[in-house]
């Protein structure tokens, strides 16, 4: 059984310009949600996916966006990037219906950082 | 709205002494709470979950509705349980959204 696998592991884009992070969840699992981690802060809740539809989202603007695959793989899509999106990216999976009652699997996360 | 408060940023306790990590939540629904830990170089996971009341690697939590409370504990802190510690809820009704908080850095000094 695999785990959550995030990728790049780390990235550095210009103020303006769009990022894809990648996101494939861990075998059996159908929900995906993305967080982002500011320097020092909790994990924020930016969206989830379940069945390629996004049923949750945050406190994000529309720039941050998101899709599931067929294969429960996952993108965050970030547009018009800003300094303030500089921050670790988590990705986590959890089974049908189980997050909130079983939490979920987390990745180890992209590092993303504006310039 | 600030949903999960973990007063602590830093903790340090000696090899053997009792910890007690503290988490306040604010939700007037039933709630499901949950402990993540995170080691040096590792990633987030989930250390114990409110519903299934177990005790994973000596820690333990109770749920205080009254206090709206879900404090972490261990009687004898090893020096192996340094470590960040999040404290998160769930609200089953926003499609299993979680909320953490700000976490509490462990240190335990042996």
């Known amino acids: 059984e695999t785990g959550v696998t995030q990728s790049p592991t780390h990235l550095i884009k210009t103020r303006g310009q769009q990022v894809t992070l990648r996101c494939s969840s861990q075998?059996?699992?159908?929900?995906v949600s993305w967080y982002q981690q500011a320097l020092g802060q909790g994990p924020q809740f930016i969206f989830q996916y379940y069945r390629e539809e996004e049923n949750g989202r945050g406190n994000f603007p529309p720039r941050f966006s998101g899709l599931q695959f067929p294969n429960y793989s996952s993108e965050l899509n970030v547009n018009a990037l800003e300094l303030d999106d500089s921050a670790l990216y988590l990705c986590?999976?959890?089974?049908?219906?189980?997050?909130?009652?079983?939490?979920?699997?987390f990745g180890s996360g992209t590092r993303l950082t504006v310039v | 709205a600030q949903r999960v408060t973990q007063p602590e940023k830093l903790l340090s306790v000696f090899k053997g002494a009792p910890v007690e990590l503290k988490c306040n939540y604010s939700?007037?629904?039933?709630?499901?709470l949950f402990w993540y830990v995170q080691y040096s170089r590792q990633r987030l996971q989930l250390l114990l979950r409110h519903i299934s009341r177990e005790s994973i690697k000596g820690f333990t939590a109770d749920l205080n509705k009254g206090e709206t409370s879900f404090h972490l504990k261990k009687p004898f802190a090893q020096e192996e349980d340094s470590a960040m510690y999040y404290c998160?809820?769930?609200?089953?009704?926003?499609?299993?959204?979680?909320?953490f908080g700000t976490g509490t850095s462990l240190t335990v000094i042996p």
């Open positions: 986590a999976s959890s089974s049908p219906g189980g997050g909130g009652f079983y939490g979920y699997t």
């Open positions: 075998s059996g699992h159908n929900t």
């Open positions: 939700y007037s629904g039933s709630p499901e």
């Open positions: 998160a809820l769930s609200l089953m009704n926003t499609g299993n959204q979680f909320y």
